[in-house]
């Protein structure tokens, strides 16, 4: 069974830094591109950050380039996003996803750990 | 403001049709494969469609997907009221950003 569990997320002040986990089993880490994915409370999904199996490919949304930095660690079977700079807009459930394949979709998704980023 | 435009919400009556449309342009939609995912309330994102019309192993039948050009439709037959919740339609923007719809709230009357 596919099991993605994120943990790290806090209450944590403005321009704060952490770093967020995801821990993945039930499939071979090491093949799959992963995504970060944020909702803030009562909105839409956005999505945030991606890494390929390798990490040969790494990009960010707009909204978070120069301030978040994706890695894995594929020996761990781990994802991690580094968050430097917090905004209160940076205030969301954070979703590490694995992604199907030639773009065929996030196919699973953790339950989400929340950042609250106070002033 | 999200660049894939959906319907902010939808209702329909139990045993009803319903379709959510998601609008984009050629640079995402239009060249893209697109996706559905669902979203219960107080749990993760689903997927429900993947390649514009497949559907995972264990996802009903009554959901299906299609695209045209630069818009794609999410149809849900036979409405359950377990099936309320959000939907959000997602796609690729280029070859590594990924973009998601604002969203669509998902009433069964």
């Not at chain 1, 079977?77 to 905004?87: D, E, F, G, P």
């Not at chain 2, 049709?17 to 939609?29: F, K, P």
């Not at chain 2, 192993?57 to 359950?80: H, M, V």
Request: hydrophobic share 30%; aromatic share 10%; glycine share 14%.
């Amino acid at each position: 069974e596919v099991q993605l569990v994120e943990s790290g997320g806090v209450v944590i002040q403005v321009g704060g830094s952490l770093r967020l986990s995801c821990a993945a089993s039930g499939f071979i880490f090491g093949n799959f591109m992963m995504h970060w994915v944020r909702q803030a409370p009562g909105r839409g999904l956005e999505w945030v950050s991606l890494i390929s199996w390798d990490a040969g490919t790494i990009d960010y949304a707009d909204s978070v380039k120069g301030r978040f930095t994706v890695s894995r660690d594929n020996s761990k079977n781990s994802l991690y996003l580094q968050i430097h700079s917090l905004k209160t807009e940076d205030t969301a459930f954070y979703y590490c996803a694995k992604d199907q394949g030639n773009y065929k979709g996030l196919d699973y998704w953790g339950q989400g750990t929340l950042v609250t980023v106070s002033s | 403001q999200s660049v894939l435009t959906q319907p902010p919400s939808v209702s329909a009556a139990p045993g009803q049709r319903v379709t959510i449309s998601c609008s984009g342009s050629s640079s995402n939609i239009g060249n893209n494969y697109v996706s559905w995912y669902q979203q219960l309330p107080g749990t993760s994102p689903k997927l429900l469609i993947y390649d514009n019309n497949k559907r995972p192993s264990g996802i009903p039948d009554r959901f299906s997907g299609s695209k045209s050009g630069t818009s794609a439709t999410l149809g849900i037959t036979g409405l359950q009221t377990g099936d309320e919740g959000d939907y959000y339609c997602g796609t690729w923007d280029g070859v590594s950003v990924i973009l998601f719809g604002g969203g669509t709230k998902l009433t069964v009357l």
